[in-house]
């Protein structure tokens, strides 16, 4: 179940350390429209154990994985083309944050849409930082 317009592939699951789990509660949280009073969504919960192994993931990748070895220039990139991905769904988004909290769905597409400029903004920083390599 989720609001009009709003895809979400695995509502009943988190993503940790690369794939997609269930909670360790099995629980799920209801998403309440504050206009209707109505459920909404339902999204897996989120309890301290899958907060632990989120953040031991989180290290683990960071660590060991490869962004912090991938050059400025490349990681730049990856930014630019997640920010394409989210840009994509500014309607999307729209559509969940007003059955969300209620806000008005006129505003809605412009604040994400400039929520989205606003990043796109400060990840072209990173092309023109003048980065220092350690050795």
């Known amino acids: 179940m ?6 979400i592939r695995h ?3 988190l993503f940790i350390g690369g794939e997609w789990v269930a909670p360790t509660s099995g629980r799920q949280l209801e998403i309440v429209n504050p206009n209707s009073e ?5 999204v897996a919960e989120a309890g301290p154990d899958d907060m632990d192994r989120a953040v031991a993931a989180a290290r683990q990748a960071f660590d060991h994985g490869p962004w912090p070895t991938t050059p400025p220039a490349e990681r730049g990139a ?4 997640m920010i394409d991905h989210l840009e994509a769904r500014v309607p999307e ?8 909290i ?6 809605a597409p412009v ?3 400039g929520s989205v400029a606003g990043l796109r903004a400060i990840a072209a920083l990173g ?4 980065w220092v390599e350690q050795k």
């Open 78 to 81: 990856i930014l630019m083309k």
């Open 38 to 42: 109505e459920v909404v969504a339902r």
């Open 111 to 113: 604040m994400h849409g």
């Open 2 to 7: 989720t609001p009009e317009g709003v895809t």
């Open 102 to 107: 209620g806000g008005l769905a006129s505003f």
């Open 93 to 100: 988004l729209a559509a969940a944050w007003t059955a969300q």
């Open 11 to 13: 509502p009943d699951k």
């Open 127 to 130: 092309s023109s930082f003048p």
